[in-house]
């Protein structure tokens, strides 16, 4: 009887210790299959993911030129706001290097035209992106 009480406790205490999803069916990782710009242009990115957990966002380039950044993210109802983007050392980085992820400017913020267990497109003022849950 003990060891079930023990058992339960030690149970009970792991999942009280993991955080509960805040942002629905946004939170996870997503693989970019398409970016649409503004002008009309597409591209098909090789290997960009972004991930969404509460209210952080991590945007990685997996392919030629690896790279990395988290930023600080705030999602009410339909809109996504991005800002604060730093590498791994803690720099925070400018508008260029987050060209290849569709943020032009930060703050950005995107709408979110359609979400669901597997879809996700978002929209800025410059782009539409195109995302398949990974």
């Given at each position: 009887?003990?060891?079930?009480i023990f058992?339960?406790?030690?149970?009970?205490?792991?999942?009280?210790?993991?955080?509960?999803?805040?942002n629905?069916?946004?939170?996870?990782?997503?693989?970019?299959?398409?970016?649409?710009?503004?002008?009309?242009?597409t591209?098909?990115?090789?290997?960009?993911?972004?991930?969404?957990?509460?209210?952080?966002?991590q945007?990685?380039?997996?392919?030629?030129?690896?790279c990395?950044?988290?930023?600080?993210?705030?999602?009410?109802?339909?809109?996504?706001?991005?800002?604060?983007?730093k590498?791994?050392?803690?720099?925070?980085?400018n508008?260029?290097?987050?060209k290849?992820?569709g943020?032009?400017?930060?703050?950005?913020?995107?709408?979110?035209?359609?979400?669901?267990?597997?879809?996700?497109?978002i929209?800025?003022?410059?782009?539409?992106l195109?995302?398949?849950?990974?």
């Amino acid at each position: 009887m003990k060891r079930i009480i023990f058992l339960f406790i030690i149970t009970m205490l792991v999942i009280s210790c993991s955080k509960v999803p805040i942002n629905g069916d946004l939170d996870g990782m997503w693989k970019m299959t398409s970016m649409e710009w503004s002008d009309g242009t597409t591209t098909s990115p090789n290997r960009i993911f972004f991930c969404f957990e509460l209210n952080c966002i991590q945007v990685s380039n997996k392919g030629n030129n690896s790279c990395s950044y988290i930023g600080f993210m705030n999602k009410d109802d339909n809109t996504i706001r991005v800002d604060k983007f730093k590498n791994h050392s803690g720099e925070e980085q400018n508008a260029e290097c987050l060209k290849q992820f569709g943020i032009l400017e930060t703050p950005t913020e995107f709408n979110i035209e359609k979400i669901n267990h597997s879809k996700l497109i978002i929209k800025s003022k410059d782009c539409i992106l195109y995302f398949t849950k990974f």
